[in-house]
C-alpha cells in the first residue's frame, strides 16, 4: 500500500464549481493504494458525500495549511492571495510561469517555505502534448456567451449588459438557451452571426467551433484560422473587424503582434460586437487584444469598450469558463489526468512529474534573475 495521501482543496474563486478530483477518480486512487482527504465544499458540482461514499475522508474546508507536509495538496484555481510560505507539494493552476502580474509573490511563497508548484498548464506527455486540459469546454463556454451577447446586444439596443449566468447541469441545456438566443437575435437582423474562431484547430478552438455548428450557426459563418493564417500576415487583421464575433482561443507562449487594437476599432467596415477572450492573458505583456483590462464574471459576464461608433462592442473574458459546465469539464480532466496522478507514488521516476519539478526549479532561478536586474 502506498503512503501517497491527496489533499483536495475547496476552491475558493467565486462561482468556481470544478474539482480536480471527481468521485470516480477519487475511487479510482483509493484503489490503486492511495489515500484521499476531501475539503467540504459548498461551490464544488459533486456532493462531499459522494467522496465520502468512495472512501474518502471528509476534513474542513480551508484545512489544507495545516495537514502534514507530506500531503499533496491538489486543486485548480490559484490559492487566496496570501503571503505566508507554502511548505508543500501543490498540484493546481498557478498561472505565473509567462511572466503574469504578481507571478514573482506567487512563484516566491515556494521557496520561502520549501514547497514544490507542480503546475497543471505544464504537465505534458512524451509528445508535448499537455496530458490534462480544459481547452474544449472553455471554447464551448465562451462561444456560448459570445453568441448570447450578441444576440443579446441586438434585443437590448438602449446598451444594458448581458446580465449574469450560472453553471448549467450538462451541454445539452446550456446548447437550448444559445439556440433560443440565435433565433432572437436572427429575428431582430435577418442573418446569422459570422464568428471568427482564432486557434480553431486546438482544442479549445474545437469546442468553440463545434459549439456554434451545434447551436445552428452555418458553417460558412464560421471563419477558422490558426497558425498557417496568423503567420502569413501580422494583426491587426481587418477579417476580424468585419465579423459579428471574435473568439480568442490560442495559447500564447510567444510575443505577437495584435489581433485587433483600439486603433483598428476605429475602421468604417466594423461589424464586430463582441469578443470573446477564452484565452484572457491580460496581465500577460504579450496579450494580443490590448482592448480592455480586466477580468470578467459570471455576475457580470461582459465589459464594454469605448467605440466611436455602432455596434457597440462588449468583451467576455471569464477566466474560468469551464465552470458554465462544472461536471462535464471536471469529468473529462479528472479522468485525463488520473493516468498521471497514479504515478505519483513513484514520482521521482516518474517522467511526467520530474519534468514538472525540473520547470519548477527552473522558474525559481528566474526570481534571482529578476530580483538581481531589478537592482
Not at 68 to 92: A, N, Q, V
Not at 226 to 242: F, M, Q, R, V, W
Request: with cysteine; proline share 8%.
Amino acid at each position: 500500500m502506498s503512503g501517497t495521501v491527496f489533499h483536495l482543496r475547496s476552491e475558493c474563486k467565486p462561482l468556481e464549481h470544478r474539482s480536480a478530483l471527481t468521485p470516480s477518480t477519487t475511487k479510482a486512487l483509493i484503489e490503486a493504494g492511495y489515500k484521499v482527504n476531501v475539503e467540504r465544499s459548498p461551490e464544488r458540482i459533486f456532493d462531499d458525500a459522494d467522496f465520502e461514499a468512495v472512501g474518502a475522508t471528509l476534513v474542513e474546508e480551508a484545512s489544507w495549511p495545516s495537514a502534514p507536509l507530506d500531503h499533496i495538496i491538489i486543486g485548480l484555481k490559484e490559492l487566496p492571495e496570501e503571503d505566508f510560505p507554502l511548505k508543500h507539494t501543490h498540484i493546481m493552476f498557478a498561472h505565473c510561469y509567462k511572466g503574469q502580474t504578481g507571478w514573482r509573490e506567487v512563484l516566491g511563497r515556494f521557496p520561502r517555505g520549501g514547497g514544490t508548484l507542480l503546475d497543471l498548464e505544464f504537465l505534458q506527455d512524451e509528445s508535448g502534448r499537455r496530458v490534462a486540459a480544459f481547452g474544449e469546454h472553455a471554447g464551448v463556454a465562451g462561444a456560448a456567451l459570445a453568441v448570447q451577447t450578441w444576440a443579446w446586444q441586438l434585443t437590448h439596443p438602449n446598451g444594458e449588459p448581458l446580465p449574469s449566468t450560472s453553471s448549467y447541469n450538462n451541454e445539452g441545456l446550456l446548447l437550448d438557451d444559445v439556440r433560443s438566443s440565435l433565433e432572437q437575435g436572427q429575428q431582430k437582423t435577418g442573418k446569422m452571426p459570422k464568428v471568427l474562431v482564432i486557434g480553431a484547430l486546438g482544442r479549445c478552438g474545437r469546442g468553440a467551433v463545434d459549439l456554434c455548428r451545434k447551436a445552428g450557426v452555418p458553417d460558412e459563418n464560421i471563419i477558422k484560422w490558426d497558425l498557417p493564417e496568423t503567420s502569413a500576415k501580422n494583426g491587426p487583421y481587418a477579417e476580424i473587424i468585419e465579423s459579428d464575433i471574435f473568439i480568442n482561443a490560442i495559447y500564447l507562449s510567444d510575443p505577437i503582434p495584435p489581433f485587433v487594437d483600439m486603433k483598428s476599432l476605429l475602421s468604417p467596415s466594423r461589424k464586430l460586437s463582441v469578443v470573446c477572450d477564452v484565452s484572457c492573458d491580460i496581465t500577460n505583456p504579450h496579450n494580443p487584444i490590448p482592448i480592455y483590462s480586466i477580468n470578467t464574471t459570471f455576475s457580470s459576464p461582459t465589459v464594454p469598450v469605448s467605440v466611436s461608433s455602432d455596434p457597440p462592442l462588449s468583451v467576455i473574458s471569464i477566466d474560468h469558463l469551464p465552470s458554465l459546465l462544472p461536471r462535464e469539464a471536471s469529468e473529462a480532466f479528472s479522468a485525463a489526468l488520473l493516468p498521471s496522478l497514479m504515478q505519483l507514488k513513484d514520482r521521482k521516476q516518474a517522467r511526467v512529474w520530474q519534468q514538472a519539478e525540473d520547470l519548477f526549479a527552473k522558474k525559481v532561478g528566474t526570481l534571482d534573475e529578476s530580483n538581481g536586474a531589478a537592482h
